[in-house]
């Protein structure tokens, strides 16, 4: 870290910033903004208290008391002191695993996932050919099945986009579970480890 801190700053002509990627392990406040404690990090990163309300705004489910865990990329120089300032951030909710989520209520259902020992990928961006896009996949049972969270009530949008990734499931057959988070979570037990019942 020393090294790449001595980098940074005016080199001749060459004002030189740096990209830090990290995991946010603490938000501190200082007298001028606040301190990021990262991860296998002994010094913390400051930030200016603009930067970092901006950050809370744009990324508020990573920012959230309630994250499980999140990531941060900053851009990075060194101050007069010789202290990393974050000049700009972007920052990702995940699971404790490092698994992203794009709310907490997936964070649930990731470990959930994991809990009954499923293999499983989150999709992450559209492909040129992709209808819909799943919050995760179950690549563990034949043929995969697609999970689904359904998190927002009462938008007409949300609702009409529900409907065409139903419809589209079941044009494909695909096996589809689907979570609102008012309801329990479904069953998630694989179907080969899961345990007959009673003989009648």
């Given at each position: 870290?020393e090294?790449?801190?001595?980098?940074?700053?005016?080199?001749?002509?060459?004002?030189?910033?740096?990209?830090?990627?990290?995991?946010?392990?603490?938000?501190?406040?200082?007298p001028?903004?606040?301190?990021?404690?990262?991860?296998?990090?002994?010094?913390?990163?400051?930030?200016?208290?603009?930067?970092?309300?901006?950050?809370?705004?744009?990324?508020?489910?990573a920012?959230?008391?309630?994250a499980?865990?999140?990531?941060?990329?900053?851009?990075?120089?060194?101050?007069?002191?010789?202290h990393?300032?974050?000049?700009?951030?972007?920052?990702?909710?995940?699971?404790?695993?490092?698994?992203?989520?794009?709310?907490s209520?997936e964070?649930?259902?990731?470990?959930?996932?994991?809990?009954?020992?499923?293999?499983?990928?989150?999709?992450w961006?559209?492909?040129?050919?992709?209808?819909?896009?799943?919050?995760?996949?179950?690549?563990?049972?034949?043929?995969?099945?697609?999970?689904?969270?359904?998190?927002?009530?009462?938008?007409?949008?949300?609702?009409?986009?529900?409907?065409?990734?139903?419809a589209?499931?079941?044009r494909?057959?695909?096996?589809?579970?689907?979570?609102?988070?008012?309801?329990?979570?479904?069953d998630?037990?694989?179907?080969?480890?899961?345990?007959p019942?009673?003989?009648?």
């Open positions: 870290m090294a790449f801190r001595t980098r940074l700053g005016r080199h001749g002509p060459t004002e030189r910033r740096g990209l830090l990627l990290g995991q946010v392990k603490e938000v501190a406040p200082t001028y903004g606040v301190a990021y404690r990262i991860a296998h990090q002994h010094t913390p990163l400051y930030a200016r208290a603009a930067l970092h309300a901006r950050a809370a705004r744009s990324y508020r489910h920012f959230a008391k309630t499980a865990a999140r990531i941060a990329l900053f851009v990075v120089e060194r101050s007069p002191k010789g990393l300032i974050a000049v700009d951030v972007a920052a990702m909710l995940t699971t404790g695993t490092y698994i992203p989520a794009d709310s209520h964070v649930v259902m990731a470990a959930a996932l994991a809990g009954r020992r499923h293999a499983f990928i989150k999709p961006r559209y492909d040129t050919t992709a209808t819909v896009l799943p919050d995760f996949v179950l690549t563990d049972v034949t043929p995969a099945a697609y999970v689904e969270v359904y998190s927002i009530h009462g938008r007409e949008d949300y609702e009409r986009r529900k409907a065409e990734k139903r589209f499931y079941q494909q057959q695909d096996r589809l579970i689907e979570w609102d988070i008012t309801q329990p979570l479904p998630l037990a694989h179907p080969e480890r899961r345990r019942g009673p003989k009648a």
